[in-house]
């Protein structure tokens, strides 16, 4: 009986046949193999998503990076900064004047209250014992044992030192000590200047970044010193990691992202590690790898039940599959029953043209009995059975055996007159099946239509005639989405043929047609086809450019009647116009309006939502006149066109960039959520990347320029939500950019507006006061120096304000300049000063200072002929002053003048010499005839080294090119006298006298002043 059961299974297994494989064998085999697959595509899915996850946090941990390496440059930036101008007055001797500590005292509580993230300053000799410091109550201590101060001793350079956090000794908390080493006049080692910095700075600012709970930020020096870390522990504060996992990597690379085990917490984390450029620092962000690849984790077990359940489901319908094959003789007995019902009559014969199966419709449609017919008869025995019913045909048996496979369809005429059409489609592995249709009543009707056709052939022949000479493309559909009619012109406009849009073809397949010629619109069929076909009119694009306008009329039957015209040139055209409207031809930029109209609606970050929080930029070039004076119009071109380029590829996608004409540009900055959370860094960034790379020399056709830009920025909702006002607000921050030195920027504060319209004020007194004559001129003398005498004076313009008084003119002539109310002024200072000076004794000299707008207006010749003339002074008794600054522009023609106003005896001075541009390319190519030292180096000489050596080399470049000099600001007899024996000719301060009216001058001055008046003429002069 056991034996029977196992023969029974096996019989099952291996199928009836013995060697074929039954349906549950193949069902159990096909189950296993796509088992397998799905799980194994499975986990190579889950293992691509972790390599995803990994990678994503990667590319954040790098952008977070960056960012922390800026803030913690910035810092540090800021307190080497204040060292060295600390150095530099500890070594110029400033702590040993008179109140020198008192005065380092002060500058240090005014810079630790401007800079919250440092805790003190400190100033300790060579002995370290602390000599100034920035709070008056530290105690005095001595740091000779500070790891700082053993470095400085042992190391003669002067590069700040950061070293390892340490516990104060006047300061409870911890600090980092940033110092620089000072020397003595003598080069040895004179003492130390630190800096400390609070940890708890950047320790506040890496707790407010969501990297997780276990995630880590690390702040270290090179050397492996932990200074600040998150997240926190005391214990682990200036603890040496130069043997930990990420400064191992840094041996060969300076950034990278590494698995490490932290050797503070033992937390395994995924650290992004980088190495500033800057400063001897090391930045390290670092997430937990348990967190990082929770959400992993969690969707990975969902996926694996979600596979496991489609295993189980598969599973299940393989075992229904081998109980439906039971069924599959009822499945056979009900196919019977339909092929007996069908009404055409069917027939099958396989590859060796003998019977498979046929229905009783055939059977009788041509008098057959079933043994006639039945599986295994071949085609030649059913052919002569036809044969001796009566059929007949134009071939003979063997001939339609031999052709009955090229014919698809036939038309068969019988004996008693009916018709039958016969239809063959091929089936696998040979043979074929074959209808036979009943189609006698259709004939009939075939023929009636036939005896119309003459009349609707003329009629189709008209209509073709009139639809196929129309402008526009013509389709008629049904309401089955069939062509009805169509003409050549749509067809045309598509690239398509005639032969495919025949009546009858369907839209889904003119579609296709349309997506393989290329002509198709970028939109998915079936939403076209579901929507789009019920709009009336629309105007779309293809996939070839063109552009298409489509007008539809609904028919009564649910078809629609469609025109087609092809509008590319006029919408091109249109396009172009509104492109033209809104870009600048020469950079193809947006413009001016494009910028209002951005503004005026949302501004999307780089995900495409909109966001409040965004940063607009103002830049100017400078120096952009001169490359047009110089090299040409066609030059200034390339340089914007070049300029534009560079500014494109320093921006965003999510970036508007756009040029307001001329040398001036504009930017909007969306910021994303993190990015305005962190103040100001983002914008910044941005701004010292556009100042850097414009800074980089141009090439002009072989002419390498170098440019500056000034930057104003204004940000929303810090400074506003009113978006014109940003507007404004960022074109007074350039205007502060420009007035603190150019090619640099500034953020827009609220006094800036105050001082702007303190700016409007003071420009629309200056108007008035111009108008109404309010101003007046004081001179200060000049003194020969070799004969100590009074030998001219320099006009000095003031304006006596009716509610204000005597107004100085640094309170006023940069409002002046700024402007333009300076071309005025300076006109009528200069023909004042010559009638003044028409009443001075004949020796006498009048001084008198030209703006940089003088000279660029071009008429400076003519004013001066004509204040010369108007007043009768003699040119030889008339000295003009100029600056740097205004010859920067146009040298050419300024060189034309100056040689002019020489022509006619007049006296050209270099003003202000030392503190421009390029000084002694001035000096050989503009004809002057004396040079004025800076009063800044008169009064630093007495201290400064390098002050006396400008001095003696000015001297000794103005003898050469036989130039006298005048010194400016003297204000002591010590200085006098030195400047006597180093070899000045003129001078002028306070020593001598202060700037007096002209009444004054006159009885003061205006006689020839002996060497005996001289003496006490300074000590008045020094009193006032």
Same mark, same amino acid.
């Given at each position: 009986?056991?034996?029977?059961?196992?023969?029974?299974?096996?019989?099952?297994?291996?199928?009836?046949?013995?060697?074929?494989?039954?349906?549950?064998?193949?069902?159990?085999?096909?189950?296993?193999?796509?088992?397998?697959?799905?799980?194994?595509? *499975?986990?190579?899915?889950?293992?691509?998503?972790?390599?995803?996850?990994?990678?994503?946090?990667?590319?954040?941990?790098?952008?977070?990076?960056?960012?922390?390496?800026?803030?913690?440059?910035?810092?540090?930036?800021?307190?080497?900064?204040?060292?060295?101008?600390?150095?530099?007055? #500890? *070594?110029?001797?400033?702590?040993?004047?008179?109140?020198?500590?008192?005065?380092?005292?002060?500058?240090?509580?005014?810079?630790?209250?401007?800079?919250?993230?440092?805790?003190?300053?400190?100033?300790?000799?060579?002995?370290?014992? #602390?000599?100034?410091?920035?709070?008056?109550?530290?105690?005095?201590?001595?740091?000779?044992?500070?790891?700082?101060?053993?470095?400085?001793?042992?190391?003669?350079?002067?590069?700040?030192?950061?070293?390892?956090?340490?516990?104060?000794?006047? !300061?409870?908390? &911890?600090?980092?000590?940033?110092?620089?080493?000072? $020397?003595?006049?003598?080069?040895?080692?004179?003492?130390? /200047?630190?800096?400390?910095?609070?940890?708890?700075?950047?320790?506040?600012?890496?707790?407010?970044?969501?990297?997780?709970?276990?995630?880590?930020?690390?702040?270290?020096?090179?050397?492996?010193?932990?200074?600040?870390?998150?997240?926190?522990?005391?214990?682990?504060?200036?603890?040496?990691?130069?043997?930990?996992?990420?400064?191992?990597?840094?041996?060969?690379?300076?950034?990278?992202? !590494?698995?490490?085990?932290?050797?503070?917490?033992?937390?395994?984390?995924?650290?992004?590690?980088?190495?500033?450029?800057?400063?001897?620092?090391?930045?390290?962000?670092? %997430?937990?790898?348990?967190?990082?690849?929770?959400? &992993?984790?969690?969707?990975?077990?969902?996926?694996?039940?979600?596979?496991?359940?489609?295993?189980?489901?598969?599973?299940?319908?393989?075992?229904?599959?081998?109980?439906?094959?039971?069924?599959?003789?009822?499945?056979?007995?009900?196919?019977?029953?339909?092929?007996?019902?069908?009404?055409?009559?069917?027939?099958?014969?396989?590859?060796?043209?003998?019977?498979?199966?046929?229905?009783?419709?055939?059977?009788?449609?041509?008098?057959?009995?079933?043994?006639?017919?039945?599986?295994?008869?071949?085609?030649?025995?059913?052919?002569?059975?036809?044969?001796?019913?009566?059929?007949?045909?134009? #071939?003979?048996?063997?001939?339609?055996?031999?052709?009955?496979?090229?014919?698809?369809?036939?038309?068969?005429?019988?004996?008693?007159?009916?018709?039958?059409?016969?239809?063959?489609?091929?089936?696998?592995?040979?043979?074929?099946?074959?209808?036979?249709?009943?189609?006698?009543?259709?004939?009939?009707?075939?023929?009636?239509?036939?005896?119309?056709?003459?009349?609707?052939?003329?009629?189709?022949?008209?209509?073709?005639?009139?639809?196929?000479?129309?402008? %526009?493309?013509?389709?008629?559909?049904? /309401?089955?989405?069939?062509?009805?009619?169509?003409?050549?012109?749509?067809?045309?406009?598509?690239?398509?043929?005639?032969?495919?849009?025949?009546?009858?073809?369907?839209?889904?397949?003119?579609?296709?047609?349309?997506?393989?010629?290329?002509?198709?619109?970028?939109?998915?069929?079936?939403?076209?086809?579901?929507?789009?076909?019920?709009?009336?009119?629309?105007?779309?694009?293809?996939?070839?450019?063109?552009?298409?306008?489509?007008?539809?009329?609904?028919?009564?039957?649910?078809?629609? #009647?469609?025109?087609?015209?092809?509008?590319?040139?006029?919408?091109?055209?249109?396009?172009?116009?509104?492109?033209?409207?809104?870009?600048?031809?020469?950079?193809?930029?947006?413009?001016?309006?494009?910028?209002?109209?951005?503004?005026?609606?949302?501004?999307?970050?780089?995900? $495409?939502? /909109?966001?409040?929080?965004?940063?607009?930029?103002?830049?100017?070039?400078?120096?952009?006149?001169?490359?047009?004076?110089?090299?040409?119009?066609?030059?200034?071109?390339?340089?914007?066109?070049?300029?534009?380029?560079?500014?494109?590829?320093?921006?965003?996608?999510?970036?508007?960039?756009?040029?307001?004409?001329?040398? *001036?540009?504009?930017?909007?900055?969306?910021?994303? +959520?993190?990015?305005?959370?962190?103040?100001?860094?983002?914008?910044?960034?941005?701004?010292?990347?556009?100042?850097?790379?414009?800074?980089?020399?141009?090439?002009?056709?072989?002419?390498?320029?170098?440019?500056?830009?000034?930057?104003?920025?204004?940000?929303?909702?810090?400074?506003?939500?009113? @978006?014109?006002?940003?507007?404004?607000?960022?074109?007074?921050?350039?205007?502060?950019?420009?007035?603190? +030195? @150019?090619?640099?920027?500034? =953020?827009?504060?609220?006094?800036?507006?105050?001082?702007?319209?303190?700016?409007?004020?003071?420009?629309?007194?200056?108007?008035?006061?111009?108008?109404?004559?309010?101003?007046?001129?004081?001179?200060?003398?000049?003194?020969?120096?070799?004969?100590?005498?009074?030998?001219?004076?320099?006009?000095?313009?003031?304006?006596?304000?009716?509610?204000?008084?005597?107004?100085?003119?640094?309170?006023?002539?940069?409002?002046?300049?700024?402007?333009?109310?300076?071309?005025?002024?300076?006109?009528?200072?200069?023909? %004042?000063?010559?009638?003044?000076?028409?009443?001075?004794?004949?020796?006498?000299?009048?001084?008198?200072? =030209?703006?940089?707008?003088?000279? $660029?207006? +071009?008429?400076?010749?003519?004013?001066?002929?004509?204040?010369?003339?108007?007043?009768?002074?003699?040119?030889?008794?008339?000295?003009?002053?100029?600056?740097?600054?205004?010859?920067?522009?146009?040298?050419?023609?300024?060189?034309?003048?100056?040689?002019?106003?020489?022509?006619?005896?007049?006296?050209?001075?270099?003003?202000?010499?030392?503190?421009?541009?390029?000084?002694?390319?001035?000096?050989?190519?503009?004809?002057?005839?004396?040079?004025?030292?800076?009063?800044?180096?008169?009064?630093?000489?007495?201290?400064?080294?390098?002050?006396?050596?400008?001095?003696?080399?000015?001297?000794?470049?103005?003898?050469?090119?036989?130039?006298?000099?005048?010194?400016?600001?003297?204000?002591?007899?010590?200085?006098?006298?030195?400047?006597?024996? /180093?070899?000045?000719?003129?001078?002028?301060?306070?020593?001598?006298?202060?700037?007096?009216?002209?009444?004054?001058?006159?009885?003061?001055?205006?006689?020839?002043?002996?060497?005996?008046?001289?003496?006490?003429?300074?000590?008045?002069?020094?009193?006032?």
């Amino acid at each position: 009986m056991m034996r029977s059961s196992w023969r029974t299974k096996w019989r099952f297994w291996r199928g009836g046949s013995g060697w074929r494989p039954t349906v549950a064998t193949a069902t159990l085999g096909f189950v296993l193999i796509v088992c397998t697959i799905i799980v194994g595509l *499975e986990t190579s899915r889950i293992l691509e998503q972790r390599a995803d996850y990994l990678a994503d946090a990667r590319r954040d941990n790098e952008n977070l990076l960056k960012s922390l390496i800026h803030h913690a440059d910035l810092t540090f930036r800021t307190a080497d900064t204040l060292l060295t101008g600390v150095v530099e007055r #500890l *070594e110029h001797g400033d702590l040993a004047q008179a109140g020198g500590r008192e005065r380092v005292a002060s500058w240090f509580q005014d810079e630790v209250a401007r800079n919250p993230e440092l805790r003190g300053f400190a100033v300790v000799d060579r002995q370290g014992a #602390l000599i100034a410091n920035s709070q008056r109550n530290w105690q005095s201590v001595d740091d000779s044992d500070r790891e700082y101060f053993r470095y400085h001793v042992s190391n003669p350079s002067q590069k700040p030192y950061i070293g390892a956090p340490i516990r104060g000794r006047n !300061v409870r908390d &911890w600090v980092i000590p940033v110092s620089r080493r000072f $020397n003595k006049e003598d080069g040895s080692f004179g003492g130390v /200047a630190v800096v400390l910095i609070r940890p708890g700075h950047f320790q506040d600012f890496y707790q407010q970044l969501d990297i997780g709970e276990k995630g880590a930020i690390l702040l270290a020096t090179r050397s492996g010193r932990l200074l600040a870390r998150r997240p926190f522990d005391e214990a682990n504060v200036g603890k040496d990691l130069s043997q930990s996992g990420i400064f191992q990597e840094l041996q060969t690379s300076k950034s990278g992202f !590494v698995e490490v085990k932290s050797s503070t917490d033992g937390v395994v984390r995924f650290n992004s590690y980088q190495e500033s450029e800057l400063y001897p620092l090391v930045l390290a962000v670092a %997430q937990s790898t348990s967190e990082l690849l929770a959400p &992993w984790r969690a969707r990975a077990e969902r996926e694996a039940f979600g596979t496991a359940i489609i295993v189980l489901v598969i599973a299940l319908l393989g075992f229904f599959v081998r109980k439906m094959a039971s069924r599959l003789g009822e499945v056979n007995g009900l196919f019977e029953l339909a092929l007996s019902n069908m009404p055409n009559g069917l027939i099958m014969f396989d590859s060796e043209r003998r019977v498979v199966i046929s229905n009783q419709r055939f059977r009788d449609m041509y008098g057959l009995g079933d043994e006639q017919v039945r599986p295994g008869t071949p085609l030649r025995s059913l052919l002569e059975s036809h044969v001796r019913n009566g059929q007949t045909s134009d #071939l003979s048996i063997d001939d339609y055996i031999d052709s009955v496979m090229r014919i698809s369809t036939q038309t068969q005429p019988l004996v008693d007159g009916r018709t039958v059409f016969i239809r063959r489609n091929k089936i696998c592995r040979g043979g074929w099946i074959a209808t036979h249709e009943d189609i006698t009543e259709h004939k009939r009707d075939a023929d009636l239509l036939v005896a119309n056709a003459a009349t609707l052939e003329q009629t189709n022949a008209r209509f073709d005639a009139a639809i196929n000479n129309m402008a %526009q493309g013509v389709c008629l559909f049904d /309401a089955e989405q069939r062509v009805v009619v169509s003409n050549r012109r749509y067809a045309e406009i598509y690239h398509l043929s005639p032969e495919q849009i025949l009546p009858g073809v369907s839209l889904p397949e003119i579609l296709e047609l349309r997506r393989r010629a290329g002509t198709h619109f970028e939109l998915d069929p079936g939403v076209y086809m579901a929507e789009h076909t019920k709009q009336k009119a629309e105007v779309r694009e293809l996939a070839d450019g063109r552009i298409v306008s489509i007008s539809r009329h609904m028919m009564p039957d649910g078809g629609w #009647l469609t025109t087609h015209e092809d509008i590319t040139d006029r919408a091109r055209n249109e396009q172009k116009i509104a492109y033209l409207a809104e870009h600048d031809l020469l950079t193809g930029l947006p413009n001016r309006a494009f910028l209002t109209k951005m503004l005026e609606g949302p501004i999307f970050r780089r995900d $495409n939502v /909109a966001t409040d929080d965004f940063a607009v930029f103002m830049l100017d070039l400078d120096r952009f006149k001169n490359v047009n004076d110089t090299l040409g119009h066609a030059a200034g071109d390339q340089l914007l066109i070049e300029v534009a380029r560079r500014l494109k590829a320093s921006l965003r996608d999510s970036d508007i960039l756009a040029r307001l004409g001329g040398d *001036e540009f504009a930017i909007i900055q969306p910021l994303e +959520g993190h990015e305005s959370e962190r103040d100001h860094e983002t914008t910044i960034a941005l701004a010292l990347r556009i100042v850097d790379t414009i800074a980089r020399p141009i090439d002009l056709d072989g002419h390498q320029v170098t440019v500056g830009t000034s930057i104003g920025i204004a940000r929303s909702p810090f400074d506003g939500r009113e @978006r014109k006002d940003l507007l404004k607000k960022a074109d007074l921050a350039l205007y502060a950019a420009k007035a603190d +030195g @150019r090619n640099d920027f500034r =953020l827009y504060r609220p006094e800036m507006m105050k001082s702007a319209e303190t700016h409007k004020i003071i420009e629309n007194e200056l108007r008035e006061a111009i108008s109404k004559g309010q101003f007046e001129l004081y001179y200060q003398p000049i003194i020969d120096v070799r004969s100590q005498t009074v030998c001219g004076g320099e006009a000095l313009v003031r304006w006596r304000h009716p509610q204000r008084g005597l107004v100085d003119p640094d309170k006023f002539i940069p409002v002046a300049e700024a402007s333009g109310l300076i071309i005025p002024l300076g006109d009528w200072i200069l023909q %004042q000063a010559c009638k003044d000076a028409a009443d001075w004794p004949e020796p006498l000299r009048v001084s008198v200072n =030209l703006s940089a707008f003088q000279f $660029n207006k +071009g008429n400076l010749f003519d004013v001066v002929l004509c204040a010369l003339v108007e007043s009768a002074l003699n040119p030889e008794r008339l000295e003009l002053e100029i600056t740097e600054s205004a010859l920067l522009d146009n040298q050419s023609s300024h060189l034309q003048t100056i040689r002019q106003l020489k022509n006619l005896g007049i006296t050209m001075a270099l003003d202000d010499f030392g503190t421009g541009y390029s000084s002694a390319s001035y000096l050989t190519n503009f004809p002057f005839d004396k040079i004025k030292i800076d009063k800044s180096f008169i009064q630093g000489a007495e201290r400064r080294r390098d002050c006396t050596a400008v001095i003696a080399s000015v001297l000794a470049l103005a003898r050469g090119l036989e130039m006298a000099v005048t010194a400016e600001g003297v204000e002591t007899e010590h200085q006098f006298q030195m400047l006597r024996k /180093a070899g000045v000719e003129y001078a002028q301060g306070f020593l001598f006298a202060r700037p007096v009216p002209q009444a004054r001058f006159m009885a003061e001055f205006a006689a020839p002043l002996r060497a005996a008046v001289v003496p006490a003429t300074r000590a008045a002069g020094g009193r006032g």
